[in-house]
């Protein structure tokens, strides 16, 4: 094949490296039968196998007690949520994100005590949770995300709201390294984003709920820059993201909402209205396989639509097109305030 051939806006002549095992990845240009391969054995090529068994992990989290139970799902298939194994300490508000491989817990409250501890699983394999490595500080009701290789924890309460903002390189363990400011010191706030660009969204900072939108390039540090706005100022509502578009679902204003919004990742501006939850709920764990998003538990997450304080209810959405949640099954053991992510890079728990 010709150069020319190749520009023929067909097939690009310049590699861009993958993203991912997932179908909905990118693998563009032109690529030697060596090198597919090499990628395909290191677990980084698309592949249709990998487009509707993305898992993903529900852990911590708060019922009549705090809970260590890490709970895990196959988001292309509806269903209940079974047991994968614990966290070291039974944590609540904490927030989680993940590779294609690993998953990586990390802050929270931990039986009234706020912690810096991080942890990390084996997506593919069960089991407990291990040390990674600790937070710059103490922290509770942050939020988390990233890209397959670096992953952001953002914001949260420390004694006090705070703005900043540190990273990871998933693949090795240690002690997380300053990123930057988020434009507003909040906590309680989402966060989700593509393979590029990490968005914060919502919140409070203490004296008000916030609509607040900021974002940032994950693969270089920085203070983050405004987006736009919520459609309604809330926090603890809970995010996650396909490759291109983010969802925002549930919250709390006055109450707890079933508001869900969207917004283009690749796009500044306001966020626009995506459908409605079919029971309003907070403090949810928001997941993805970047088809489907999934908001499991949470305050006033029932099936009957009550109150409860121990929501088991999974409710799920096409993320592609608008439209209001349906049912996807129970959480093994009901919980609020957990935190959520998969290996189809999936959004967090608030």
Same mark, same amino acid.
């Given at each position: 094949?010709?150069?020319?051939?190749?520009?023929?806006? @067909?097939?690009?002549?310049?590699?861009?490296?993958?993203?991912?095992?997932?179908?909905?990845?990118?693998?563009?240009?032109?690529?030697?039968?060596?090198?597919?391969?090499?990628?395909?054995?290191?677990?980084?090529?698309?592949?249709?196998?990998?487009?509707?068994? +993305?898992?993903?992990?529900?852990?911590?989290?708060?019922?009549?007690?705090?809970?260590?139970?890490?709970?895990?799902?196959?988001?292309?298939?509806?269903?209940?949520?079974?047991?994968?194994?614990?966290?070291?300490?039974?944590?609540?508000?904490?927030?989680?994100?993940?590779?294609?491989?690993?998953?990586?817990?990390?802050?929270?409250?931990? #039986?009234? !005590?706020?912690?810096?501890?991080?942890?990390?699983?084996? @997506?593919? #394999?069960?089991?407990?949770?291990?040390?990674?490595?600790?937070?710059?500080?103490?922290?509770?009701?942050?939020?988390?995300?990233?890209?397959?290789?670096?992953?952001?924890?953002?914001?949260?309460? !420390?004694?006090?709201?705070?703005?900043?903002?540190?990273? +990871?390189?998933?693949?090795?363990?240690?002690?997380?390294?300053?990123?930057?400011?988020?434009?507003?010191?909040?906590?309680?706030?989402?966060?989700?984003?593509?393979?590029?660009?990490?968005?914060?969204?919502?919140?409070?900072?203490?004296?008000?709920?916030?609509?607040?939108?900021?974002?940032?390039? +994950?693969?270089? !540090?920085?203070?983050?820059?405004?987006?736009?706005?919520?459609?309604?100022?809330?926090?603890?509502?809970?995010?996650?993201?396909?490759?291109?578009?983010?969802?925002?679902?549930?919250?709390?204003? #006055?109450?707890?909402?079933?508001?869900?919004?969207?917004?283009?990742?690749?796009? !500044?501006?306001?966020?626009?209205?995506?459908?409605?939850?079919?029971? $309003?709920?907070?403090?949810?764990?928001?997941?993805?396989?970047?088809?489907?998003?999934?908001? $499991?538990?949470?305050?006033?997450?029932?099936?009957?639509?009550?109150?409860?304080?121990?929501?088991?209810? +999974?409710?799920?959405?096409? @993320?592609?097109?608008?439209?209001?949640?349906?049912?996807?099954?129970?959480?093994?053991?009901?919980?609020?305030?957990?935190?959520?992510?998969?290996?189809?890079?999936?959004?967090?728990?608030?």
């Amino acid at each position: 094949m010709s150069y020319k051939q190749m520009t023929g806006n @067909i097939i690009s002549a310049t590699k861009v490296e993958p993203d991912g095992k997932f179908i909905t990845s990118a693998a563009s240009g032109v690529w030697s039968l060596q090198e597919q391969y090499d990628y395909v054995r290191g677990g980084n090529w698309p592949s249709q196998a990998n487009g509707s068994d +993305i898992r993903g992990l529900v852990g911590g989290g708060y019922t009549n007690s705090f809970s260590n139970v890490i709970q895990s799902v196959q988001i292309g298939t509806n269903g209940n949520a079974i047991d994968f194994g614990d966290l070291t300490t039974a944590t609540k508000g904490l927030a989680a994100l993940a590779s294609s491989t690993r998953a990586v817990f990390g802050g929270g409250d931990a #039986s009234n !005590t706020r912690t810096d501890t991080m942890e990390y699983v084996t @997506i593919a #394999s069960a089991g407990d949770a291990t040390d990674f490595g600790n937070l710059a500080t103490a922290n509770e009701a942050l939020a988390a995300g990233g890209s397959a290789t670096r992953g952001i924890f953002s914001g949260g309460y !420390t004694g006090s709201r705070i703005n900043v903002m540190q990273y +990871i390189t998933i693949a090795n363990t240690g002690n997380t390294t300053d990123f930057g400011d988020l434009t507003v010191s909040r906590n309680a706030q989402g966060s989700a984003g593509s393979t590029v660009r990490l968005v914060n969204l919502g919140g409070s900072n203490g004296s008000a709920n916030q609509d607040v939108m900021d974002y940032v390039t +994950i693969a270089s !540090t920085g203070n983050a820059s405004d987006f736009g706005n919520l459609t309604v100022a809330r926090l603890v509502g809970a995010a996650c993201s396909s490759a291109t578009r983010l969802v925002y679902m549930g919250g709390y204003v #006055s109450d707890n909402v079933n508001t869900i919004d969207y917004i283009t990742i690749a796009n !500044t501006g306001n966020a626009s209205d995506f459908g409605d939850l079919s029971s $309003a709920s907070r403090s949810g764990a928001a997941l993805s396989n970047r088809t489907k998003a999934l908001l $499991a538990g949470g305050h006033g997450n029932n099936e009957d639509g009550g109150t409860g304080n121990t929501g088991y209810w +999974i409710q799920a959405i096409t @993320i592609a097109t608008t439209g209001n949640s349906s049912g996807f099954g129970d959480l093994l053991a009901g919980v609020s305030d957990p935190a959520g992510c998969s290996d189809g890079h999936g959004g967090i728990a608030a």
